[in-house]
């Protein structure tokens, strides 16, 4: 009888059962009732009449696919247009536009290191840049989480040698902001890139939502790369690389999640384009995601809860284990309102929390029904 070579996936579901660690998909309807605190539409624009409006105007003119990769056929006007908009609109000289955030990651890590040399990265950096690093070839080193001075200490000991500095802008867990003017002067002084994945600042931190590195005064430097996400404010899809130009220009020859990649489809980038043309012109968008989040936080604390400071628009409640983490999801769920569920091994720190999206279009009703319903079930 022949050995099924697959067999080792049931031990495998059986360990996940025994650590209550198993994901579920959970397709949702189009007109789901729950109230959205789970998702990371920060400005509630994925079904702005604009955006989705645009999304459509664009696949009916150029297709519903871009047909191609971005070097061959994939590159469409539109394309070309939300880079020259995403560069000035962020302030840096150049853009490009890559299938998803996680694959900016990877193309910006590997394009832009060479084995032999140094790579420095946050330990609550996101999963995205852990397997950017392991694929550049670089030495890889870890260092303490928001802690400039670790980061000193390393590149010290390897001066001289290729070095580059990679962190999360905001990090997607505890909604708390890098160090960035401190990460920048560092990795100035040394001689060091600096990396910053900033999906969870752009349209949310800085003058009208240009982003965390805006906020910190470091966007457009010499030695500074953005990667973003197209999906959490401009609720499209898709991501981006900004940088020098000389840096793009690089990566559209180096980068193979961009070179051998289809190019994102034109629905998307149509989205994304009007997304950001609305942000432009509505910059209390940025500031209203802020104010959400302060207020769910200042009310969830006053509560007796634990929750982190956001500094942008993540919210983390912490919980007292991973069963409880669970199971305070699922009883919101259960009451009609979506939150995010983190627990180990996806958050570094073992502590288990439920995450809240702030986002700017919740109205003062759905604020309060989220925090009533929160409190109740940990109350429970």
Not at 51 to 67: D, I, N, S
Not at 135 to 155: D, I, Q
Not at 157 to 174: I, T
Not at 290 to 311: C, I, K, N, S, W
Request: with cysteine.
């Amino acid at each position: 009888m022949e050995q099924d070579p697959f067999d080792w996936t049931g031990e495998a579901a059986r360990a996940r059962e025994t650590s209550g660690l198993v994901r579920t998909l959970r397709p949702r309807p189009a007109d789901s009732p729950l109230l959205d605190l789970a998702s990371n539409d920060y400005l509630g624009l994925a079904r702005h009449p604009v955006t989705t409006g645009a999304a459509a105007e664009a696949a009916r003119r150029w297709g519903a696919g871009a047909t191609g990769s971005r070097l061959v056929t994939g590159s469409t006007e539109l394309h070309a247009e939300l880079e020259a908009e995403l560069a000035a609109f962020c302030g840096f000289e150049a853009a490009l536009v890559l299938s998803s955030g996680y694959a900016a990651n990877l193309a910006a890590l590997t394009a832009l290191t060479a084995r032999g040399s140094l790579l420095v990265s946050d330990a609550g950096n996101h999963a995205s840049i852990v397997d950017g690093c392991r694929l550049s070839r670089a030495e890889t080193v870890v260092v303490p989480h928001a802690e400039p001075e670790a980061v000193r200490k390393t590149l010290e000991a390897e001066r001289g040698r290729r070095a580059l500095v990679v962190s999360d802008g905001v990090f997607s867990v505890d909604g708390d902001a890098a160090p960035l003017g401190e990460l920048a002067g560092v990795c100035r002084n040394l001689g060091a890139a600096l990396v910053v994945d900033d999906a969870h600042g752009f349209g949310v931190l800085g003058a009208g939502g240009r982003g965390a590195l805006d906020a910190a005064g470091v966007a457009g430097a010499p030695g500074v790369v953005a990667t973003l996400t197209l999906s959490k404010s401009l609720g499209s899809q898709g991501g981006a690389i900004l940088g020098p130009a000389r840096v793009v220009d690089h990566l559209v020859n180096a980068a193979r999640t961009f070179i051998f990649d289809t190019g994102l489809a034109p629905a998307a980038v149509g989205g994304a384009l009007a997304s950001l043309r609305l942000l432009r012109a509505e910059p209390a968008l940025a500031a209203r995601a802020r104010e959400v989040a302060r207020t769910l936080h200042g009310r969830l604390t006053a509560e007796g809860l634990t929750a982190v400071r956001p500094d942008a628009a993540v919210v983390s409640v912490q919980a007292p284990s991973p069963e409880a983490a669970f199971r305070w999801a699922a009883d919101c769920r259960a009451a009609g309102v979506s939150v995010g569920c983190f627990r180990p091994p996806s958050v570094p720190d073992g502590i288990s929390r439920i995450r809240l999206t702030a986002r700017a279009d919740l109205t003062e009703r759905q604020i309060d029904t989220a925090v009533r319903t929160i409190v109740s079930v940990a109350a429970q």
